[in-house]
Each structure stands twice: as C-alpha cells, then as structure tokens.
C-alpha cells in the first residue's frame, strides 16, 4: 500500500481496534492500554503511515486566501513550468479550504507587476507567494505586508535582507559559478568570454545580478591561482534589448564581426540561449562555448544541432511544488521555513556525458 493511501481506517482493520482508538495513540489523548498503543504504533509503521500535515495544521472548517504574484507564462515559456504546478497545488489545496489565486504580471512592465500586487495586497490574503523580479518595486509591498501581517514567501529569487517565511529556488549566485566553469571547461588559452543579458532591467533583478557575479568571480579565483601576472581572461558583459529590436541584432552581429576580441564562449542569464544561438550558427561559430539555462523547447533544439553547449536547468516545475509542499504550514504557523535551494541539472551536447548530473549547491559563506 502506498504511503498517501494509507489511512486511520486501514491501521485500524490492521490492529483491530476502532479508529477512534487509532485517533487517540496518533494525538497521544484519552485512554489506551499500553499493549494497544503499541500495536497500533506498530501497525504504523508497517503500513509507512505519515500523517498529513497540512489537514492537521489547518484542521478547522475556515477557508484560506492564499495569492501567488508571478510572471505571466503566455509571454515567457519559462515560467509555464511554476504557472502548471501552481494550478496543480490548487486543486490539490481545495480540500483542506485553501484558495489560491495568481495574479500575472508582465516581466518587461514595472507597472504591471505594480497593478498585479496592489489586487493581490488587496484581496487581504492569508499568505503571498511572489516571485520578486522586480528589486525596487517589491520591497515596498514587503513592507506594507508586514506592517498588515500578511506573511509572504518567495521563489525563484532570493533577497538575503528580508524575512521572508521561506524561500524556495535555485541559489543564482552559484549557478553564475557553475556557469563559469562549464564555458571555460576545456578552454586553457586565453580569450573572452561574453556575458548576454536579454532584455532584463539587470540593476532591478538580484537574480539576474548575482548570476553574473558569480561567473565573474570564478573567473576571478582562475586569476589569483594563474602565473601570468594579468588574468589570460577577458569578462565582458552585454544588455541586448528585446530579440525583436533591430540594436539587438547590430550588437551581435558587431561582437562576432570583431576577431580582435577572440571570443571564446557566451553565458545567457536567463532562458534565452536559444535567441543567441542562430547568429553562432549563421556565422558558423559553433567553436564559441554557448552556456544557457532552462530545458525549453528551443533550447533543446540548438542543443541538439551542437550550438549550444550546455543547459543549466533550474527545475522552475519543482520549485512551484516545493513551495507548496512546505507554505501552508509555514505561513499558518507564523513561523520561518528553511531556506530551499534547489539541485541544478546539466544536460551536456556531447555524446559522451549526454546525461543530466544534479548537483546539489551549497549555500554561500557570507
């Protein structure tokens, strides 16, 4: 039997005695002779009985207003993977009289998320879920969140100052790290490497901006270890508009026509890998070293063709359950969740380590 199937009705068949008195061993009330506390306690552990902790927490008949402030996924397929998972948790929540409404917002409009966060502040919910792509803009409505005690937790981006219940997603500092060493894995001579930001408002997004700290600090501990008194390393770093904006293909196109920099590999930022990919294929320059995130279709597809070299999937599917498997009872409770990174995948065009590898990252000493 599997372990979500088991209830008190099946230990009680199990030890013979009534679901009331597997009620009162479970809650450690009322009266039960020790010999049958034992037996049900045994019958427990056979059946690999876990108790839902969500039902006993939020064991009332009230209902919960739970509000989710996240990128619309029509204008990103990243953000579909969270939009499917948070649907899931929803209908999963339902029955414990939890209501969970996403309010989307657009990831190029500052207003957008503005307008999308004043709804869900107004709604006067029991709890937030937001991811916080918008630095500036997000710590005003943390703020009033507290002053009203309505407690929030984030995903996808971590902002180290806030006390937040929980965080749950990939720690972005590390993942620039690992970036770093996947570009200039098996690149001894000495070249540039070009960091691509595609149309991110990167001063305003503490994902984005720790991402290419990261990397660039990598880079940094090749330096200091190096003989040569100057790092053989050049780190540059790009903030391309909209792919549909002709300067976005005027600077591409200006950086590959230029040999003199000797570009030996490119790190996306963010899912968009597969926007940089046809110039390298257009220029036959499938030698430069492309590093993206996210397992997208198109990503897949230049992966697949050898222009894109490695995909850090960032697993945004697990990180929508995750949260939802630990945020009722944190926000119910009032009280701080462990902070959750999740394990980075690789998935590699070479024949030899076409696999995907976790690596699970630990958090920086700060």
Same mark, same amino acid.
């Given at each position: 039997?599997?372990?979500?199937?088991?209830?008190?009705k099946?230990?009680?068949a199990?030890?013979?005695v009534?679901v009331?008195t597997v009620d009162?061993?479970?809650?450690?009330?009322?009266?039960?002779s020790?010999?049958?506390r034992?037996?049900?306690?045994?019958?427990?552990?056979?059946?690999?009985y876990?108790?839902?902790?969500?039902?006993?927490?939020?064991g009332?008949?009230?209902?919960y207003?739970l509000?989710?402030l996240q990128?619309?996924h029509?204008?990103?397929?990243?953000?579909?993977?969270?939009?499917d998972?948070i649907?899931?948790?929803?209908?999963?929540?339902k029955q414990?009289g939890i209501?969970v409404i $996403?309010?989307?917002?657009s *990831?190029?409009?500052?207003s #957008?998320?503005?307008?999308q @966060?004043?709804?869900?502040?107004? %709604?006067? !919910?029991?709890g $937030?879920l937001?991811a916080? *792509?918008?630095?500036?803009? #997000?710590?005003?409505?943390? @703020?009033?969140?507290q002053?009203? %005690?309505i !407690?929030y937790?984030?995903?996808?981006t971590?902002?180290a100052?806030?006390? #937040?219940?929980s965080?749950v997603g990939?720690?972005?500092?590390q %993942?620039?790290?690992?970036?770093?060493?996947l570009?200039?894995?098996?690149?001894?001579?000495?070249?540039?490497f070009?960091?691509v930001?595609i149309a991110?408002?990167?001063?305003?997004?503490?994902?984005v901006?720790q991402?290419?700290?990261?990397?660039?600090?990598?880079?940094?501990?090749l330096?200091?270890?190096?003989?040569?008194a100057?790092?053989?390393?050049?780190?540059?770093?790009?903030?391309?508009?909209?792919?549909?904006?002709?300067?976005f293909?005027r600077?591409?196109?200006?950086?590959?026509?230029?040999?003199?920099?000797?570009?030996?590999?490119?790190?996306?930022?963010?899912?968009k890998a597969?926007e940089?990919?046809?110039y390298?294929?257009?220029?036959?320059?499938e030698n430069?070293?492309?590093?993206?995130?996210d397992?997208l279709?198109?990503n897949?597809?230049?992966?697949?063709?050898n222009i894109?070299d490695?995909?850090i999937?960032?697993?945004?599917?697990?990180?929508?359950?995750?949260?939802?498997s630990?945020?009722?009872?944190?926000?119910?409770?009032?009280?701080?969740?462990?902070?959750s990174s999740?394990?980075?995948s690789?998935?590699?065009?070479?024949?030899?380590?076409?696999?995907?590898l976790?690596?699970p990252?630990?958090?920086?000493?700060?």
């Amino acid at each position: 039997m599997s372990k979500t199937a088991v209830r008190l009705k099946d230990i009680a068949a199990k030890a013979n005695v009534s679901v009331g008195t597997v009620d009162r061993v479970l809650h450690n009330r009322g009266r039960v002779s020790e010999e049958v506390r034992q037996k049900v306690l045994l019958m427990m552990k056979e059946l690999e009985y876990e108790p839902n902790m969500i039902a006993r927490t939020l064991g009332s008949n009230r209902s919960y207003r739970l509000a989710v402030l996240q990128p619309d996924h029509l204008l990103d397929p990243y953000w579909q993977a969270p939009w499917d998972g948070i649907e899931k948790a929803g209908r999963d929540l339902k029955q414990y009289g939890i209501n969970v409404i $996403i309010y989307p917002y657009s *990831l190029t409009e500052v207003s #957008s998320f503005i307008e999308q @966060a004043e709804a869900a502040t107004a %709604s006067q !919910p029991d709890g $937030i879920l937001i991811a916080p *792509l918008f630095y500036r803009e #997000s710590l005003t409505f943390f @703020a009033r969140w507290q002053a009203q %005690s309505i !407690p929030y937790v984030l995903f996808n981006t971590y902002i180290a100052e806030l006390e #937040s219940l929980s965080y749950v997603g990939q720690d972005s500092y590390q %993942s620039g790290f690992l970036a770093g060493k996947l570009v200039q894995f098996g690149q001894a001579q000495p070249g540039t490497f070009l960091i691509v930001h595609i149309a991110e408002d990167v001063a305003n997004s503490v994902h984005v901006t720790q991402k290419e700290r990261g990397f660039r600090d990598y880079f940094a501990q090749l330096a200091a270890t190096a003989t040569e008194a100057k790092s053989p390393y050049t780190i540059i770093s790009i903030d391309l508009p909209q792919p549909t904006e002709p300067s976005f293909a005027r600077q591409l196109n200006r950086l590959l026509d230029d040999e003199a920099i000797q570009l030996k590999g490119i790190f996306v930022s963010t899912s968009k890998a597969y926007e940089i990919a046809p110039y390298l294929q257009a220029y036959q320059r499938e030698n430069i070293r492309l590093v993206g995130y996210d397992l997208l279709e198109k990503n897949i597809h230049f992966l697949n063709e050898n222009i894109i070299d490695f995909l850090i999937n960032q697993n945004p599917g697990s990180k929508a359950t995750g949260v939802f498997s630990r945020w009722p009872i944190c926000w119910f409770l009032r009280k701080r969740c462990c902070r959750s990174s999740t394990c980075h995948s690789i998935l590699s065009r070479k024949k030899t380590c076409n696999t995907t590898l976790l690596l699970p990252l630990r958090r920086r000493k700060r």
